[in-house]
């Protein structure tokens, strides 16, 4: 199998990189500054192993690639708010023998939130949705570092419709051969839908910095207290806290001092979206479809916006201030 990694940033270069490193052929796909570093300088990757550097074809579009073959999987890893754009590019490419990308190859959904596996089973007959544990950092074009230990990361995949398939253990293989744990689960959006409640944090640390703080804790508590009310009244089930944190367990440690997460990492490298629309927004959603007020995930998605939208730096705010416009949001709601 060919990887095609749309969209190799943090997760998505970290993952083609160490599937390259096992020996497995890689694509990237990227844009702007950061294609073409990965053109002239190769993709600089640091694991715990040390700095490796790979140079991987690397295009912007499915053109440069020509017809596709039957034999490639497509790893969606773009913030969820540039998968539209994503997916109708790559599901329109023409597959050799017939037939287009979308009606024939798999695509695997590597994102924070639950929306891209919606969207790609619009266009795609095989989506498979793919729980990420996998710390990782994206500030310069052209470099990636994923410090965690002893494995490079987790990553839960099934079928994002539920169940599994002979395609997803052979996808998992693949990963575990290139220091991943890849458990293949009949219910991958449970997986996916536990890690949303860490993600509601994303907007707090990036608008208030990564540094730890109770003040911090205990907005995360609040923002998650209304995303299990909206769960339980949308009839959502979750992977409990106990069985994820068992499943990560000494497998992924971090070493100290890393940087901030996901979020805070497109503030700092100013790319003008932030993908709260589709973590705390999706709480957001649930609670006006199922009658659940969620002021605290508002207000955290409209901060993050903001903070996005202007171009500001991320940290600029202080807890202080975030925890008083949900106060307020709260006494309205």
């Given amino acids: 199998m060919r990887y095609i990694i749309i969209g190799a940033g943090a997760i998505g270069a970290t993952i083609?990189?160490?599937?390259?490193?096992?020996?497995r052929e890689v694509v990237l796909v990227a844009r702007g500054a950061h294609a073409e570093a990965l053109r002239a300088d190769g993709l600089r990757l640091t694991t715990v192993s040390g700095e490796r550097v790979h140079r991987l074809p690397v295009v912007t579009a499915p053109a440069e690639l020509g017809e596709l073959r039957p034999d490639d999987v497509l790893l969606l890893a773009v913030k969820t708010q540039d998968a539209i754009a994503a997916l109708d590019a790559w599901g329109d490419a023409e597959v050799a023998g017939g037939g287009t990308a979308a009606q024939r190859l798999p695509v695997l959904c590597a994102q924070n939130g639950v929306e891209s596996e919606r969207?790609?089973?619009?266009?795609?007959?095989?989506?498979?949705?793919?729980?990420?544990?996998l710390p990782s950092t994206f500030l310069e074009p052209g470099v990636v570092s994923a410090l965690c230990a002893p494995l490079t990361g987790i990553l839960h995949l099934g079928r994002a419709a539920g169940g599994s398939d002979a395609t997803a253990r052979r996808i998992a293989a693949d990963l575990e051969g290139a220091g991943f744990e890849a458990p293949v689960v009949e219910d991958v959006m449970r997986w996916k839908y536990a890690k949303l409640l860490g993600n509601l944090g994303n907007a707090i640390q990036a608008t208030t910095g990564p540094e730890?703080?109770?003040?911090k804790g205990a907005l995360l508590l609040r923002a998650v207290r209304e995303a299990k009310a909206a769960f339980d009244a949308a009839g959502i089930g979750y992977v409990p806290e106990a069985e994820a944190a068992a499943a990560r367990d000494g497998k992924v440690e971090q070493p100290a001092g890393v940087r901030g997460g996901s979020s805070w990492q497109s503030l700092r490298r100013g790319t003008g979206s932030i993908e709260a629309d589709y973590l705390n927004g999706?709480?957001?959603l649930l609670g006006r479809l199922h009658g659940v007020a969620t002021p605290v995930?508002?207000?955290?998605?409209?901060?993050?916006?903001?903070?996005?939208?202007?171009?500001?730096?991320?940290?600029?705010?202080?807890?202080k201030d975030l925890t008083a416009l949900a106060d307020e949001a709260t006494a309205r709601a």
Avoid: Q
Avoid at 121 to 133: E, I
Avoid at 212 to 215: F, G, H, N
């Fill in 16 to 23: 083609g990189g160490r599937l390259a490193e096992s020996g």
């Fill in 212 to 215: 730890p703080d109770p003040a």
């Fill in 119 to 133: 969207l790609a089973l619009r266009r795609f007959a095989r989506v498979y949705g793919v729980c990420v544990w």
């Fill in 297 to 319: 995930n508002d207000t955290l998605r409209h901060a993050a916006n903001i903070f996005a939208r202007e171009g500001l730096p991320p940290g600029a705010m202080s807890v």
């Fill in 282 to 284: 999706e709480i957001a």
